[in-house]
Every structure is written in structure tokens, then in C-alpha cells.
């Protein structure tokens, strides 16, 4: 049986927890080679420890996406290490909570708040496009593969900055998968409803039931689910699929 992504090599950014950690074991399995990046090098270090040992080819860098220099050391690294990019899943980003009091109303946020959240999840995903795309131009091809949100589609009250930033990532998704369309590099966003991260663990033991209630199939999602969606997107299956943004999240977008 052949592997979706074999010969592949891709970077998976906040691949050091949850969603990225999942996603960068699961292109792995499916034959890419991948480089890990995380802020947290330690745990960028863990998820290729999880690779090699399920015998997968994976190494990892540490480094900041809101920081050009280390963008531009991470895309050079993958190129240099594997010989091209094929596969990029920009998924690097932080919670309202990482960037200052919670629960706070849009007159209520404070511009370094906005701006940090702002910086990371949609100025990141900016940059590593950036600095992505050239080499996927050079190789032929490429799937681009960003995390947004179900927080990119609709509203949600004291979430401004990360609504904001979601609603970004899409629609920078949009705009260059227009842009590069034609020279066979695809790009598309992926939008996770509830699932259960670092991320999020606080917020489920806060809300837990008040969450569960806006899903229909009233669970959490894993990070597991939302990698495959990652991998397909990311692999020759998807051939036609491009400026799109996928919900998995439990039918919370349809309710
Ligand atoms: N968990 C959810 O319910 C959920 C829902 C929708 C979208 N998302 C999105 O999924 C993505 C992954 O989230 P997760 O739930 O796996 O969270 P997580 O906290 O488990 O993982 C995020 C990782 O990104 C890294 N990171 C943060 N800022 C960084 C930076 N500036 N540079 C490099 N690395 C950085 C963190 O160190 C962490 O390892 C995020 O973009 C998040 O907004 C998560």
C-alpha cells in the first residue's frame, strides 16, 4: 500500500504540543519527512523523539514565528536538510489567555493584547507563507495547509483579537491560493472546533459542559482528528482543493 505523502518533506510550525505535535506524527506515517518547529524547543524536541521512534524522519528547530530571522532559519533548514519543501502546516498560535486577562470585551482589550495575539496567529502564518512559497515555487509545487478556527468563521464574544486573527488566516488562506494557483501550489486553512490541547485544558475544566453543548456530537475533539484532515489536504488527494477552509469540529459550525 502506498503512503499519501512519501518522498514528501514538510514543516509542521508548533509542532511541539497538540494539533502539531498530532499532525506532524501523522505526515510522518504517511511518508514525509518532517521538520518540527515550536517556540518550546524542548517540546518540538519530544514530538520528533515520538516520530523516529514510530520510525519516522523527523528533526526540529525552536524559534519564534513572529520573528522574520527565525522564519526565514526554519524554511532554510527543512530546504537545506531535505533538499526541497513540499508541505507546510503554519498552525503556531496562542489563546486569548496567553495574551492577557480573559473575558474581556472589545472595548475592554488592550492593544498589546491584540497586538500579541494579532502578531502570532495571522502575522506568523504571514511570514512562514513568505518565506515558504519561493521554495515550493522553485520545486514545481506545494500545499500550504494554515490553522485557523471555527473562531474564523463566526463571532465570538470576548474573543476579539483571536476572532480577528482566525478570520485572517483565512482570508490570507484565500488570497494566495489565488495568487499561486496556477504554479501548482495549493493552500487552504483548517478549522478546528473544541479539541482538547494545552491549549485549551483550562478552559474545558472552567466551561466544560457549556462548551460541550454548542457541539452536537457533544465531545471535545482530539488532535489526532484534526491531523487527518491536515495529512488529505496536504497529499495529492486533494489535487483540486484550494483557497478552501475545512470545519472539524463536531457539527459546531453548522448548529
Ligand atoms: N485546541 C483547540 O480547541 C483549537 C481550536 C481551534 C484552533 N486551534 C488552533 O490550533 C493551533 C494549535 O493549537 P493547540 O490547541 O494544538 O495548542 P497548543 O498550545 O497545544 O500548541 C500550540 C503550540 O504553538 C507553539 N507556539 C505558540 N506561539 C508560538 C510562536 N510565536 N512561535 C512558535 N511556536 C509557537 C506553542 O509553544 C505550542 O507548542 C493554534 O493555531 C490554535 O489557535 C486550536
Not at 495568487?179 to 491549549?199: H, K, S
Not at 491531523?227 to 463536531?250: H, M, N, P, Q
Amino acid at each position: 500500500m502506498s503512503l499519501l505523502l512519501q518522498g514528501k518533506s514538510a514543516i509542521v510550525t508548533g509542532g511541539g504540543s497538540g494539533i502539531g505535535r498530532a499532525t506532524a506524527i501523522a505526515l510522518a506515517r504517511e511518508g514525509a519527512r518532517v521538520l518540527v518547529q515550536d517556540r518550546a524547543e524542548n517540546g518540538a524536541q519530544e514530538t520528533v523523539g515520538l516520530v523516529n521512534a514510530a520510525g519516522g524522519q523527523a528533526i526540529s528547530i525552536g524559534g519564534d514565528v513572529t520573528v522574520e530571522a527565525d522564519v526565514q532559519a526554519m524554511v532554510d533548514l527543512a530546504v537545506t536538510t531535505f533538499g526541497r519543501l513540499d508541505v507546510a502546516f503554519n498552525n503556531a498560535g496562542i489563546s486569548p489567555a496567553a495574551a492577557g486577562p480573559t473575558m474581556q470585551r472589545t472595548h475592554e482589550l488592550s492593544l498589546a493584547s491584540w497586538s500579541k495575539v494579532i502578531d502570532v496567529n495571522l502575522t506568523g502564518v504571514f511570514l512562514c507563507m513568505k518565506y515558504q512559497i519561493p521554495h515550493m515555487l522553485a520545486g514545481g509545487g506545494g500545499a500550504i495547509v494554515n490553522t485557523a478556527s471555527v473562531a474564523g468563521l463566526v463571532g465570538l464574544p470576548t474573543a476579539s483579537a483571536y476572532v480577528g486573527s482566525k478570520h485572517g488566516v483565512i482570508g490570507i488562506t484565500k488570497t494566495a491560493a489565488m495568487e499561486y494557483a496556477q504554479e501548482g501550489i495549493r493552500v487552504n486553512a483548517v478549522c478546528p472546533g473544541y479539541v482538547l490541547t494545552p491549549m485549551t485544558e483550562n478552559g474545558v475544566a472552567r466551561r466544560g459542559e457549556e462548551l460541550l453543548n454548542k457541539v452536537p456530537m457533544h465531545r471535545l475533539g482530539r488532535p489526532e482528528e484534526i491531523a487527518e484532515a491536515v495529512v488529505w489536504l496536504s497529499s495529492d488527494r486533494a489535487s483540486f482543493v484550494t483557497g478552501s477552509f475545512y470545519t472539524v469540529d463536531g457539527g459546531y459550525y453548522a448548529a
